[in-house]
């Protein structure tokens, strides 16, 4: 809450930390910038739910400040890395939990953080990365320019999808 900037990337999240956390990381933007990044919602699709509740968390984070919002990446993106930063020092996290209730509460997860000068450089240059690509390769995008698809709730397959117990070893 006290950080001026954050930058988060993870693979998941979860609608109801998510609506829990909202005023903090307004409250960050208004002081600086607010980057929420996930790696995995545009592959595996998304409920009708979380795609309301990162619609209105990006448009009410960029009406703070456009540096500020929702991005997707459209690789699989599974890492976590949580980047907080106040009055100029940095501090890093790097572990396995989502942006998730469970990621921080319920699953037993590890997180760490990174001291390390140098690493911290590399994780930098990663967020930058995913954020923005590099070298004429990018993988993250702004939320209003990704069409996130819902996940499909009559329970039936989608007839490209294949799952262990349809594949024949011959």
């Given at each position: 809450?006290?950080?001026?900037?954050?930058?988060?990337?993870?693979?998941?999240?979860?609608?109801?930390?998510?609506?829990?956390?909202?005023?903090?990381?307004?409250?960050?933007?208004?002081?600086?910038?607010?980057k929420l990044l996930f790696g995995?919602?545009?592959?595996?699709?998304?409920?009708?739910?979380?795609?309301?509740?990162?619609?209105?968390?990006n448009r009410k984070l960029k009406a703070i400040s456009n540096e500020s919002g929702v991005y997707v990446t459209t690789r699989c993106y599974h890492g976590k890395i949580f980047k907080f930063k106040k009055e100029g020092r940095e501090k890093y996290y790097v572990?396995?939990?989502?942006?998730?209730?469970?990621?921080?509460?319920?699953n037993t997860e590890f997180n760490l953080e990174i001291r390390d000068p140098e690493d911290q450089t590399s994780i930098r240059n990663f967020l930058e990365f995913l954020f923005y690509g590099k070298g004429g390769k990018r993988i993250?995008?702004?939320?209003?320019?990704?069409?996130?698809?819902?996940?499909?709730?009559?329970?039936?397959?989608?007839?490209?999808?294949?799952?262990?117990?349809?594949?024949?070893?011959?």
């Open positions: 809450e006290q950080s001026e900037h954050v930058e988060i990337a993870s693979g998941y999240f979860s609608v109801n930390l998510l609506n829990k956390l909202t005023p903090t990381l307004l409250a960050i933007a208004q002081k600086g910038s607010c995995m919602i545009y592959h595996e699709r998304v409920t009708r739910n979380q795609k309301d509740c990162l619609s209105e968390l572990g396995s939990s989502n942006l998730s209730s469970t990621g921080f509460k319920t993250g995008y702004p939320l209003d320019q990704i069409s996130l698809e819902l996940k499909k709730d009559d329970g039936k397959k989608d007839p490209e999808e294949k799952f262990l117990k349809d594949c024949e070893i011959t």
